[in-house]
């Protein structure tokens, strides 16, 4: 498993009960999450610092609930990459950063400095732009795809906080439609990143299942990659997907590429001295190592 550890406004102070407790620089936040099936070993409800916490509906979605003076947004800073993030209770208990992410943006940011060559990065399902901003802080172009306007709008947000104001295209766009269209165009890319949902449906009436589709996908994506590809990226939160078969997807997709895959968990240690899982990860590297 890969840690997050370099964080400082940012910890997991307790689980237990299908939560997290989280800190969220000064806010302090109590969030539901899949992987935590163990008993908690106090009553995270009753944290005395808890701001907000975010409970599921038996019908299905759920709402946020306040208990302390908050503000409706607030900026995060990950100091080791010199990245700064908004954050803000939305909708699904999402908050616009996924922290664990940390441990792909340091060995992103390693690769396209190590480089020695100009980098252009597609990053697709790129939300609001974490990966985004850790690539074109390195110095990296980077095309930022996404199907969800608002996402798009506060990637732009997070790229400005971190004093980016150029070398970053920003797509509103179905991400395999935009993929299809590049390669008619002849367009091409040293590196991809993939964030892909579990499920979807489009405005259309097309729908995405990763069981189903991932293969498919990636197999399009490589029609996109430059002919000395640095490195493609896919990550995953969806339970029960192995980092394994992220690992058999790339090696099967990227073949005719040379370099290496790996695959692996990807988690944060608790204040509990445990470490949470958060999905995994799967990169093909062709660093000439």
Not at 19 to 31: A, F, H, P, Q, S
Not at 121 to 128: E, G, I, M, R, S
Not at 224 to 231: A, E, G, I, K, W
Not at 240 to 264: D, H, S, W
Request: hydrophobic fraction near 40%; aromatic fraction near 12%; proline fraction near 5%.
């Amino acid at each position: 498993m890969k840690i997050a550890q370099n964080w400082k406004d940012y910890s997991i102070i307790a689980t237990g009960d299908g939560y997290k407790l989280e800190r969220w620089k000064d806010v302090y936040l109590l969030r539901p999450d899949p992987q935590v099936i163990w008993a908690a070993q106090t009553d995270l409800f009753a944290y005395p610092k808890l701001n907000a916490y975010y409970k599921r509906s038996e019908k299905g979605g759920g709402g946020w609930k306040f208990l302390k003076p908050m503000p409706e947004e607030w900026n995060i800073s990950y100091d080791s990459l010199d990245l700064n993030f908004k954050i803000k209770p939305m909708g699904f208990k999402h908050t616009g950063l996924f922290p664990e992410q940390a441990v792909n943006w340091e060995k992103m940011t390693e690769l396209i400095k190590n480089a020695g060559r100009p980098i252009k990065v597609l990053n697709l399902f790129a939300y609001t732009g974490g990966a985004t901003v850790a690539c074109a802080k390195a110095g990296a172009q980077v095309v930022h795809v996404d199907a969800a306007k608002g996402m798009v709008e506060r990637a732009g947000e997070n790229a400005r906080l971190s004093g980016i104001h150029t070398g970053i295209r920003y797509i509103i766009d179905d991400c395999l439609k935009f993929v299809q269209r590049e390669i008619r165009r002849g367009n091409k890319y040293d590196a991809i990143i993939m964030d892909p949902p579990s499920y979807g449906r489009g405005p259309n009436g097309e729908t995405w299942k990763i069981e189903n589709d991932l293969y498919k996908f990636v197999e399009t994506c490589a029609g996109v990659l430059s002919d000395n590809p640095l490195f493609v990226l896919i990550n995953s939160y969806t339970t029960g997907l192995q980092p394994m078969v992220l690992q058999n997807i790339l090696t099967l997709t990227l073949k005719g590429f040379g370099g290496r895959v790996e695959a692996y968990e990807v988690g944060i240690k608790t204040e509990e001295g445990i470490a949470l899982p958060c999905g995994a990860g799967g990169m093909f590297i062709n660093d000439g190592n």
